[in-house]
T-cell receptor, first 114, second 114 residues
Framework: DAMVIQNPRYQVTQFGKPVTLSCSQTLNHNVMYWYQQKSSQAPKLLFHYYDKDFNNEADTPDNFQSRRPNTSFCFLDIRSPGLGDAAMYLCATVRGVGGYNEQFFGPGTRLTVL | SQQGEEDPQALSIQEGENATMNCSYK?????LQWYRQNSGRGLVHLILIRSNEREKHSGRLRVTLDTSKKSSSLLITASRAADTASYFCATDDDRGSTLGRLYFGRGTQLTVWP
């Protein structure tokens, strides 16, 4: 059973054309994360939500925004994608806080910027 | 930065052999986790080991943790071609890990040849 779902799996956009990636979860977890992962690199945390409380990483570009309208859904908006934003975008959830629990990842969205 | 470092970056073995991957990190932790990522997919949680544990087993996986050396190892015994994937270690930090934030390394790319 799918637990963390990401749509679309593959997204192609043009340089500067806004794009939205979506993530949904059936786990009812209160914490959701967005990661960016480039080839052969570690997943890089962009931001996370605890319920509706938004937490931005200090080095996340302003070009990246996020929305979480309810517990189940979270969106990543890239306002003006550049070539350097081409990457895999991973959504993850966790129950509770404190880093004591495993994170559940979606399959990712591969973003291509032309 | 707490980011872990895996070693080696790439490992190539034959089916049936054991695979050992190492991870080092920088600051004190509450727990360390290992994740697996098949090519083009999301991460899957394998095992979590707490800072007061030294060794943990799960099926063909054996994880050790040496907090004095700030290092961990993941051993996959009797490897199979289906074990081919990237393996990441991830740590929290013991400064009250905010919202379960994890720090990922760059991963070890394991290739198991039939």
């Amino acid at each position: 059973d799918a637990m963390v779902i990401q749509n679309p799996r593959y997204q192609v956009t043009q340089f500067g054309k806004p794009v939205t990636l979506s993530c949904s979860q059936t786990l009812n977890h209160n914490v959701m994360y967005w990661y960016q992962q480039k080839s052969s690199q570690a997943p890089k945390l962009l931001f996370h939500y605890y319920d509706k409380d938004f937490n931005n990483e200090a080095d996340t570009p302003d070009n990246f925004q996020s929305r979480r309208p309810n517990t189940s859904f979270c969106f990543l908006d890239i306002r003006s994608p550049g070539l350097g934003d081409a990457a895999m975008y991973l959504c993850a959830t966790v129950r509770g806080v404190g880093g004591y629990n495993e994170q559940f990842f979606g399959p990712g969205t591969r973003l291509t910027v032309l | 930065s707490q980011q872990g470092e895996e070693d080696p970056q790439a490992l190539s073995i034959q089916e049936g052999e054991n695979a050992t991957m190492n991870c080092s990190y920088k600051t004190s932790i509450n727990n360390l986790q290992w994740y697996r990522q098949n090519s083009g997919r999301g991460l899957v949680h394998l095992i979590l080991i707490r800072s007061n544990e030294r060794e943990k087993h799960s099926g063909r996986l054996r994880v050790t943790l040496d907090t004095s050396k700030k290092s961990s190892s993941l051993l996959i015994t009797a490897s199979r071609a289906a074990d081919t994937a990237s393996y990441f270690c991830a740590t929290d930090d013991d400064r009250g890990s905010t919202l379960g934030r994890l720090y990922f390394g760059r991963g070890t790319q394991l290739t198991v040849w039939p």
